[in-house]
């Protein structure tokens, strides 16, 4: 693996549109437009009369999550086209499908399918209850443990970006408490992601609960692309090993930080962020190491990319 | 506790206007010490974060996030003269910031 050195990383499904992730990419709507079609096909005729600057669909987590997808998938395809060739591929959390897209592990068609499938799944077993997901910057995971001790609350960390950046998941109600409290112990910032479901807590996953039947029926291949997990940052090379990933990615919590320092301990020297916006491209300047992080959404993106083709 | 002169409040208000015209991809002329940072340039918390790491290095400060953290829930802000104000009484008070509530 050390040899290896460019990443593909895939964002988690999105509560806000950027400006208009491709518009520094010449060709690139054509791109969207082609995937974006496909998918109105499979899921819903109205996707087509999706726009960036409308806004489409925010109101409508299940559309804005397929349009995240569809997204993501056409950079991926459009950067490939290129001729940048990733040596590995990741999803942070939901972003997962579209990491699966790029290794040839599903077709698009199935990964809409999976995505539209999971969301039915969840919402069986979080259908009773109000959830939310928020996220605390400036404080360490002792802090926020701490916090979640003193104050008896049943939030879960789900993800760690950074030394001081988290994401918890939890009932709505527990949320907008902890955020309070995460505030008067000093945080810089707390938010309340727009979500309705906490993914990455076992509230995704109480007992008696089988998410597995979201891939009846669809065709799993072993991946092209190495694809590594954000669970426990190991490399997934198999089928059966991805089938896995795919439910426990649903319930388990991630830890983004450390595996962006593992990568970079195994050679992974550039990444790529393939999706909208640039939140984890932002993100990894609070991480250590010398990877590169590029986003098509930034205003140099071409001129770093040609700058870092012949190093690949 | 550091002394301010004239030349470490040109110093911070220039780094201040040049990284969010660079992070939030507008002119400088566009900036000014009025500027909503949230409305106008629609900046974020990791900027904040971004910014008190750039200062911490280059004075190097002896300041936890947390001391700035609990300092800002009682003094919010906004616009861009107000988070000078703010980096000035960071590096010059350092952890003793919150001690300025006493």
Partial sequence: MSEKSLAFIFPAFVSEYSEDPGRRLPGFPKYFQKFLHQAAIRVSPDLEQFNFHTRTFLD???????ITYVCSCALSSYLKDE????????????????????????????????????????????RNAPFSMGTVIGLSREDIVGIIKHTGSSVQITNQNGICSFVL?????????????????????????????????????????????????????????????????????????LRDEIIRNLYTPMNWYKTQLLLQSRGISV?????????????????????????????????????????? | MATITENTKKEVKEIVYQFFAEECEVDLSEINNDTNIIKDL???????????????????????????????????????????????????HENKLLELEK
């Fill in chain 1, 83 to 126: 001729g940048i060739r990733s040596d590995y591929c990741a999803g942070y959390s939901m972003g997962i499908y579209a990491a699966f897209y790029h290794a040839g592990v599903v077709s698009f068609m199935d990964g809409l399918e999976l995505i539209g499938r999971a969301f039915e799944s969840i919402r069986k077993v979080t």
């Fill in chain 1, 169 to 241: 998941g939890g009932k709505e109600d527990e949320i907008r408490r902890f955020l309070d409290a995460a505030k008067a112990e000093g945080a810089l910032s707390t938010r309340v992601i727009p979500v309705s479901d906490p993914y990455h807590t076992s509230y995704i996953n109480p007992p008696g609960s089988d998410h597995r039947m979201i891939m009846t029926g669809l065709h799993f291949n072993d991946p092209m692309i190495p694809v590594v997990s954000l669970l426990d940052s190991k490399i997934l090379h198999d089928e059966m090993s």
């Fill in chain 1, 271 to 312: 990444f790529i962020e393939c999706g909208m916006g640039k939140a984890l491209t932002k993100n990894s300047k609070f991480v250590e190491g010398d990877a590169v992080f590029l986003s098509p959404d930034s205003p140099g993106f071409i001129e770093d990319l040609e700058k870092i083709k012949p190093l690949l």
């Fill in chain 2, 42 to 92: 629609d900046g974020d918390s990791l900027m904040f974060l971004e910014l008190i790491e750039i200062f911490k290095k280059k004075y190097n400060l002896d300041i936890e996030l947390k001391t700035i953290g609990k300092y800002a829930v009682k003094h919010p802000v906004q616009t861009i003269g107000q988070l000078i104000d703010m980096q000035l009484l960071i590096i010059r």
């Fill in chain 1, 60 to 66: 409508d987590e299940l559309k804005t999550q397929f």
